[in-house]
């Protein structure tokens, strides 16, 4: 077995120890690493059977197996220990020869020291690039006018001095995330990760590993040395899990023992890493529907809702909508660069509609208005036809037209509920049981 000029002077650079034998187990090269090793010379060992060398050699085995021995710890008489991978090499579908790679101990402690090293500046950077995109609002970005929204809001603030689970349980677009900053600022982890993720916006293995981890090799496509989980990456401070509801049965068993035990496994590992995370849930589902529809863990529910907090739906805080206008106003003249206002007639209309998106609908239809209105203040021809007439005048309209307009208005109501971006829209076809494309096509120049 011939090895060009090239590939002898490549392995003759390298600090791990390179053998490699012929078909008959003959040894036909060795680098200057390797015979340092042995305490040989080229001349003493080239051209002889490799186990007149070395009789424990396990090189020829591959020979016959046609499959690598790898991570082989071996020891000498000295007591110096090396690790061995071995490896069939094939010419045109035939074994021919063997090749060895000796990995030295104090490479190994060194190269082990390099990736502690890496792994916690791994973790320092992930720390600081989730501090830089932490948690923003306090609960003095919470607008609490009715009496029902300011008990709430002081049941919130007391489970914030503790260390226990919260389940914000409420419809969607009443601000569960705020709530959940709010708590996680107010608490002792303040200055500690918030790590903020959607259970619905994954399948149940990604999601696994996103919030575990994976060790190298765990799974085909994994990335090379592995991946720390945000459990890890969080330790010490709090994570949301929002639509907690939509989590995989068999990872909430494995969610509820990370819980119990305060102990994480990486997906594909052995070890377990222990981890100190103060755990806020977000739910728009019914749990207990779920629990009895066997979608969801009962245990789990108990462990998670030591402290469960229903926010009211907008319709239930019409005195909030006044407050809550202003400051997403206030919010909007700083992005537009202009001042934005609204009429107390305009007002009036808000306050009575029954906002079935809640705050987040609120403020998608403050945005749409605030760029139609012409002089910064937003009057009754600036909203949205859907909520100034919520009933479409059909008189002498033909059928296919009154088809139409009903069908933009349910469609312009939903984008004005979760937003006019390309997910929004996917939800909204979702919602409706029509395709994204059969949507671009209903709302033609409705769109926004």
């Not at 765990?218 to 990456?233: D, H, M, Q, V, Y």
């Not at 990486?266 to 806020?280: A, H, N, Q, S, T």
Request: charged letters at 25%.
């Amino acid at each position: 077995m011939a090895l060009h000029e090239e590939l002898r002077a490549a392995l003759q650079s390298m600090r791990e120890g390179i053998l490699m034998i012929d078909a008959e187990a003959r040894i036909v090269f060795a680098n200057q690493s390797y015979l340092d090793f042995v305490k040989k010379t080229a001349d003493e060992i080239m051209g002889r059977p490799l186990r007149e060398v070395r009789p424990g050699a396990r090189l020829p085995e591959v020979l016959t197996t046609g499959k690598p021995i790898l991570h082989a710890p071996r020891t000498e008489k000295n007591d110096d220990i090396y690790f061995v991978n071995m490896y069939p090499v094939f010419l045109d579908g035939a074994i021919a020869g063997g090749l060895s790679v000796v990995t030295f101990i104090r490479d190994a402690y060194d190269f082990r020291t390099e990736l502690e090293a890496y792994e916690k500046r791994n973790k320092q950077v992930l720390h600081r690039v989730n501090r830089a995109n932490s948690a923003r609002y306090t609960f003095d970005s919470i607008v609490a006018v009715g009496e029902n929204v300011r008990s709430v809001k002081t049941l919130a603030q007391r489970a914030a001095a503790t260390d226990a689970a919260v389940l914000l349980a409420s419809e969607s677009g009443t601000g569960k995330e705020l709530y959940a900053q709010a708590i996680h600022n107010a608490s002792l982890r303040s200055r500690e990760v918030f790590v903020a993720i959607n259970c619905a916006n994954f399948n149940a293995n990604i999601l696994e590993s996103e919030l575990f981890g994976y060790v190298e090799g765990a799974f085909t496509g994994a990335r090379r040395g592995g991946k720390i989980g945000l459990f890890e990456a969080a330790s010490g401070g709090t994570i949301f899990l929002d639509e907690v509801s939509e989590m995989d049965m068999g990872l909430q068993a494995k969610l509820l023992r990370v819980l119990q035990e305060g102990r994480v496994r990486p997906v594909g590992g052995v070890e377990e890493k222990e981890v100190d995370v103060r755990l806020v849930c977000a739910s728009n589902a019914d749990l207990q529907a779920y629990i009895a529809a066997g979608k969801f863990r009962r245990d789990l529910y108990y462990r998670l809702s030591t402290f469960q907090i229903r926010i009211p739906p907008l319709r239930e805080r019409r005195g909030d909508i006044p407050a809550l206008a202003f400051v997403i106003l206030q919010e909007l003249s700083k992005k537009l660069k202009r001042s934005v206002t609204i009429s107390p007639e305009a007002l009036e209309i808000l306050t009575a509609h029954d906002w079935p998106g809640n705050v987040r609908e609120l403020r998608n239809v403050l945005e749409f208005s605030a760029y139609l209105s012409e002089n910064g203040v937003i009057i009754q021809d600036s909203l949205p036809e859907s909520l100034v007439r919520p009933a479409v005048e059909c008189e002498n309209i033909p059928l296919a037209q009154r088809v139409r307009m009903f069908e933009q208005s349910e469609i312009h109501k939903l984008l004005l509920r979760y937003g006019a971006g390309l997910e929004a829209k996917k939800r909204a076809a979702a919602e409706l049981g029509i395709s994204l494309a059969t949507l671009y096509n209903k709302i033609g120049s409705t769109e926004f």
